[in-house]
């Protein structure tokens, strides 16, 4: 999978292609489908989630430039297969999911197998892990209309953000927003992509160049 699916679509970077290499896919998804583990597709995993299709994974680590002490926000646990892989090539990775029954699978899957520097929250990711902040890198496996602000505020100076933006089920582009060094934020456009939808920001407008959320005042859609 990794020499045709991930290296052979141009995936370069060797940690990102070390960490695919090395987490077993087959034990994040369902039993039923660990025939398709390897296969370059998401999967179902439960309350009408998925699995990231694992070029898609590679894509948004690679696009998130980790280092090897980098600590990593992940909003969108789902399985915890790309915490996983985050893991791997960073010093921690701090994830939140929205479904109660998903995070505590992956907060049990993960441990299981190792993955003690990968922590693992129940909650709305669109308002970040405050208490672990800042990051070095956010990623965001569910696509919304723009980034929330409490993650942009959440990234260090230098950082990266990796997220779909656009609108659910439809078209879609893979963004990276890096911070620069005096707080100001450049906007990268990586490609088309297809995401579940980040729950907790529907309410938002789509913007043509969405930068910055309307002001934190604005009452938030209850995230369950
Ligand atoms: N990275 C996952 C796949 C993510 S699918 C994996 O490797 O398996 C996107 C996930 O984002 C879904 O599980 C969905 O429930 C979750 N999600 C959507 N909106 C969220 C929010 N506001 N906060 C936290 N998780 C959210």
Redesign the pocket.
């Known amino acids: 999978m990794v020499r045709r699916h991930i290296a052979g679509r141009g995936i370069s970077d060797a940690r990102v292609l070390d960490a695919m290499a090395s987490v077993p896919r087959e034990h994040?998804v369902r039993p039923g489908l660990s025939h398709r583990a390897y296969a370059d597709g998401p999967l179902p995993?439960g309350?009408g989630?998925?699995?990231?299709q694992p070029y898609v994974?590679a894509w948004m680590a690679e696009a998130a430039e980790l280092g090897t002490e980098d600590r990593v926000l992940?909003?969108?646990?789902?399985?915890?297969?790309?915490?996983a892989v985050l893991g791997l090539i960073a010093a921690e990775v701090y994830t939140?999911?929205?479904?109660a029954v998903?995070a505590e699978g992956?907060r049990e899957r993960l441990h299981r197998l190792g993955y003690g520097n990968v922590h693992v929250r129940y909650?709305?990711?669109?308002a970040g892990w405050n208490e672990h902040a800042p990051y070095d890198a956010i990623v965001v496996?569910?696509a919304g209309p723009d980034v929330p602000e409490a993650l942009c505020d959440q990234l260090v100076a230098e950082g990266r953000l990796v997220m779909p933006l656009g609108r659910p089920w439809r078209g879609q582009s893979l963004v990276r927003l890096r911070r620069g060094p005096k707080g100001s934020f450049t906007r990268e456009e990586l490609g088309a992509v297809r995401?579940?939808?980040?729950?907790?920001?529907d309410e938002l407008p789509l913007r043509n160049a969405p930068m910055r959320p309307p002001p934190a005042s604005r009452p938030r859609p209850e995230?369950r």
């Open positions: 994040f995993i309350e989630q998925t699995i990231s994974v992940e909003v969108g646990t789902g399985s915890g297969y790309a915490a939140i999911e929205r479904h998903l992956a909650g709305d990711g669109t496996a569910a995401f579940v939808p980040l729950v907790g920001q995230s």
